[in-house]
Nanobody, 119 residues
Framework: VQLVESGGGLVQSGGSLRLSCAAS????????MNWYRQAPGKEREEVAH????????HYLDSVKGRFTISRDNDKNTAVLQMNSLKPDDTAVYFC?????????????WGQGTQVTVSS
């Protein structure tokens, strides 16, 4: 199983970035797809959550209205569209696939992609 993030980079405050997570070895349609971030000296936090059953997505309060998580089951990818970026959004962003099935938890992570927002 492999999750590969792309799309990170340096952007000015107010700008946008689109992060993609390409999955191999699993079907994203069967997994909750999530984005986390970790800033220097801080704990990893969940930014966005997309349930596998298609129910409502959830967001960290500080990104609501600015970030949008989506998935393309045919392309086996998950996307995080980030608009109106702020310096506080600077962090390494990680893609996560999670599933509880037949008594076992499946939990996979990408390697992370750096997002830096300059003021």
């Amino acid at each position: 199983v492999q999750l590969v993030e792309s799309g990170g980079g340096l952007v000015q405050s107010g700008g946008s970035l689109r992060l993609s997570c390409a999955a191999s070895g699993l079907a994203v349609s069967n997994y909750d797809m999530n984005w986390y971030r970790q800033a220097p000296g801080k704990e990893r936090e969940e930014v966005a959550h997309s349930p596998s059953d298609g129910s409502a997505t959830h967001y960290l309060d500080s990104v609501k209205g600015r970030f949008t998580i989506s998935r393309d089951n045919d392309k086996n990818t998950a996307v995080l569209q980030m608009n109106s970026l702020k310096p506080d959004d600077t962090a390494v962003y990680f893609c996560n696939a999670w599933r509880y099935y037949s008594g076992r938890t499946y939990d996979y992570w990408g390697q992370g992609t750096q997002v830096t927002v300059s003021s």
